[in-house]
């Protein structure tokens, strides 16, 4: 029997430690060309829409507030609106109390004119007009609310 050669001993171990390592070794895929993205015309017709569907919601509240008036807070007892009525697009009679008399004024873009006066009196809700201006609405609601709640609790 003829020795084996050293030299193809030694090329057999390191094929061997090779493979082996390979096995063992975390492998690095290589690096795949991602599709690059661009904005179509759907994608800006899109944000498009977006954008304009939120400028209008902010631009119909501003509307709202302007054309049915916001209640201010802190707003002292010294004057109250009693009742308001719409007579034109810009002009409006607005029954005002201050003190002990109440004042009718007429009211139109960029004036305000004193029609009457006369003694503050009490509205009785079949008289009163429908009042749309400022927290007087807001204390019809909660009146009737309050209402609702106690005939409620009545049935119970």
Do not use: Y
């Not at 171990?13 to 015309?41: K, Y």
């Not at 004119?113 to 009785?124: E, F, R, Y």
Request: glycine share 12%.
């Amino acid at each position: 029997m003829s020795r084996p050669d050293l030299r193809a001993l030694a090329a057999t171990a390191l094929a061997c430690v090779s493979f082996s390592a390979g096995a063992v070794l975390p492998t690095v895929p290589t690096a795949a060309a991602e599709p690059v993205r661009s904005f179509g015309a759907a994608g800006l017709l899109q944000a498009g829409l977006g954008l304009a569907v939120v400028l209008a919601l902010i631009f119909l509240c501003a509307w709202a507030a302007r054309r049915f008036g916001l209640p201010q807070a802190g707003g002292g007892r010294l004057l109250k609106v009693v009742s308001s009525a719409m007579v034109g697009q810009r002009e409006r009679v607005v029954v005002v109390e201050i003190g002990g008399s109440w004042l009718v004024l007429g009211v139109a873009a960029g004036q305000v004119s004193a029609l009457h006066t006369m003694p503050a009196g009490k509205l009785s809700d079949t008289n009163a007009a429908p009042m749309f201006s400022g927290m007087e609405g807001a204390g019809a609601f909660s009146q009737k609310l309050l209402e609702s709640l106690n005939k409620l609790k009545k049935r119970d």
